[in-house]
């Protein structure tokens, strides 16, 4: 699994209230509604800013806060390929795989706003196209990268009844 596209950056601590805030996730569960308001409180237009593929691109701590599964969704349902950050808050970490939104923990100081990168799950490897670097990670196990590539947990199960790895 190779991801490409550009990088939106944001700082240390961004919680799920910041990722959609609660005046949304509580009036609808149309994902596609929710996504529109994804980080908008503090990055405002951020949705019609990205593209299909882009990547969000964070310090320590993203995620935190309740763990309602909205958070992840309305970033996924944005089109975000993957978040990037140096740490995430765990429950954050498990919903993301769930529902398909891969996760990269790397040092994301090195990244400004708008660089191209390119993700490879499978390798471990980010590439920054535009200042020309490479980062490693741990590898995502062979069964959370068939977990990503069903589009989640739940598809997952849908499609075999059980974890397959092949």
Request: glycine share 8%.
């Amino acid at each position: 699994m190779v991801l490409k596209g550009k990088v939106h950056k944001f700082g240390d601590d961004i919680n799920t209230d910041y990722i959609i805030s609660g005046r949304y996730k509580f009036k609808t569960l149309d994902l596609k509604e929710l996504a529109k308001h994804v980080m908008e409180d503090i990055y405002p237009n951020f949705y019609q800013r990205i593209r299909p593929g882009d990547f969000i691109v964070a310090g320590k701590n993203f995620g935190c806060g309740s763990s309602r599964e909205q958070a992840p969704l309305a970033i996924k349902y944005a089109g975000i390929a993957a978040v990037l950050a140096k740490s995430f808050a765990r429950i954050f970490y498990r919903n993301s795989i769930n529902v398909g939104l891969p996760l990269v923990e790397v040092d994301a100081d090195r990244f400004k706003d708008g660089d191209e990168i390119e993700v490879d799950l499978e390798k471990g490897v980010v590439r920054n196209l535009t200042r020309n670097f490479e980062l490693e990670f741990p590898p995502y196990p062979q069964i959370m990268r068939k977990i990503l590539q069903d589009g989640g947990l739940i598809e997952h199960f849908k499609k075999y009844g059980t974890f397959k790895l092949d």
